[in-house]
Antibody, heavy 120, light 112 residues
């Protein structure tokens, strides 16, 4: 059974960098044709796709976040990670990692989505 | 970006009765591969979203057959043949045609 678990600080100061990792169990992050995605949801709000990384390390970013965003793969830890720099209060949200089964979406397994708050 | 809209935004339902949610996209989601790149997700209260339907009309594994996705191009519908109490939550459509993937605003389904 495939499971995803996010980890990282839950409180980040304004202007600093938000860093989260997603540990994958039950399948290798290098399994052919899988993608690994980050999605966020502000308190009481809707879902926003942040970006994805393919099994081979190709990245796809939301243009609205691209200048501050980095998604990477750590095959030794079977993880993928998110770094979002220069955060503001607007970046406060629940951050979900998810398996993306195809290049065209299909987010079939999701993590728990911890809330990360940006506050001094 | 493709803009996704949903209606209604709030849907009170009676258990055992049918329910229907509409999703529209600002451009056609029909890909050259012949599939509509449209997913449906349900976020139950306090939970992470879960995949219900992919490619417009394909039920994800384990999804009850009372859920049915249909439509093509820019107009899509999610129908629940007989609503059960466990179906409450917020339903989102998401386009997977082009980057960035975008979600609809969500339809909150609650029991009357």
């Amino acid at each position: 059974q495939v499971q995803l678990q996010e980890s990282g600080p839950r409180l980040v100061k304004p202007s600093e960098t938000l860093s989260l990792s997603c540990t994958v169990s039950g399948v290798s992050v290098t399994f052919t044709n899988y993608y690994w995605a980050w999605i966020r949801q502000p308190p009481g709000g809707g879902l926003e796709w942040i970006g994805s990384i393919s099994y081979s390390g190709n990245t796809y970013y939301n243009p609205s976040l691209k200048s501050r965003l980095s998604i990477s793969l750590d095959t030794s830890q079977n993880q993928f990670s998110l770094r979002l720099s220069s955060v503001t209060a607007a970046d406060t949200a629940s951050y979900y990692c998810a398996r993306q089964l195809s290049y065209n979406g299909r987010l079939d397994v999701w993590g728990q989505g911890p809330t990360v708050s940006v506050s001094s | 970006d493709i803009v996704m809209t949903q209606s209604p935004l709030s849907l009170p339902v009676t258990p055992g009765e049918p329910a229907s949610i509409s999703c529209r996209s600002s451009q056609s989601l029909l890909h050259s591969d012949g599939y509509n790149h449209l997913d449906w997700y349900l976020q139950k209260p306090g939970q992470s979203p879960q995949l219900l339907i992919y490619l417009g009309s394909n039920r994800a594994p384990g999804v009850p057959d009372r859920f049915r996705g249909s439509g093509s191009g820019t107009d899509f519908t999610l129908k629940i043949s007989r609503v059960e109490t466990e179906d409450v939550g917020v339903y989102y459509c998401m386009e997977g045609l082009q980057i960035p993937f975008t979600f609809g605003p969500g339809t909150k389904v609650e029991i009357k």
